[in-house]
């Protein structure tokens, strides 16, 4: 298995409610990764982790919550989201953290949608 | 940070070469890469460039590295319709004993008949 499967692939969700995006991945990564992607914009790293835990926060607000069950699945929890805050997000892997030779490989994300 | 550059937009006719060009930003980078991003899809890497190197050929595909100026380019030969696309040049920064990629904003290559 080389991928990374993202799950919802769209998602509409009011500003009140809450969801969660699923990261899955089989290859043995032990770094994964959640980048947005605003329309006709490049992907921002939002939230690095390593060996499941959280090693960078790129200054992320707090309506964002990430978090790594395991070394295989990565979850991103969503609350109170603002309508901004709609994007492609996208999940990544890479075999170790600091050495990611071959680049990361990423899902085919989320595409969320704020009303 | 500060960003890396591509140009925005490229319009080749099918059957030429395509180029594209990037300038990064961390002279320390090790890693470099081009992305492509097809509408709707995730982001796939087409290819890699370690900073030791200057040239990188992979079937269709050359990638040419100018380290003293940070200059990166993607060449396509052949170009055809199935290339048409957004061409992402990223960057590895180290972050700590981390890593992330830095993505430029994007070539979108337009394949003209």
């Known amino acids: 298995d080389t991928e990374v499967t993202q799950t919802p692939k769209h998602l509409v969700m009011g500003m009140t409610n809450k969801k969660s995006l699923k990261c899955e991945q089989h290859?043995?990564?032990?770094?994964m990764y959640w980048y947005k992607q605003k329309a006709k914009k490049p992907p921002e790293l939002m939230f690095v982790y390593s060996y499941e835990k959280l090693s960078i926060n790129e200054s992320v607000p707090s309506r964002f919550s990430p978090e790594c069950p395991n070394s295989s699945l990565l979850n991103l929890h969503l609350h109170a989201l603002q309508p901004e805050d709609s994007a492609l997000y996208l999940c990544a892997s890479s075999q170790v953290s600091g050495t990611p030779l071959a680049g990361y490989t990423f899902g085919s994300g989320t595409r969320l949608t704020v009303v | 940070g500060e960003d890396v550059e591509q140009s925005l937009f490229l319009s080749v006719r099918e059957g030429d070469s395509s180029v594209i060009n990037c300038t990064y930003t961390?002279?320390?980078?090790?890693?470099l890469y081009w992305y492509k991003q097809e509408p709707g899809a995730g982001l796939q890497l087409l290819t890699y460039i370690f900073s030791n190197m200057d040239m990188k050929q992979d079937q269709r595909l050359t990638v040419l590295l100018n380290k003293k100026d940070k200059h990166l380019s993607l060449r396509i030969a052949d170009t055809q319709t199935g290339d048409s696309a957004i061409y992402f040049c990223?960057?590895?920064?180290?972050?700590?004993?981390?890593?992330?990629?830095?993505f430029g904003k994007g070539t979108r290559l337009h394949i003209l008949p």
């Open positions: 990223a960057e590895l920064r180290i972050d700590g004993r981390d890593d992330k990629i830095i």
């Open positions: 961390d002279s320390s980078s090790t890693y």
């Open positions: 290859m043995g990564h032990r770094a």
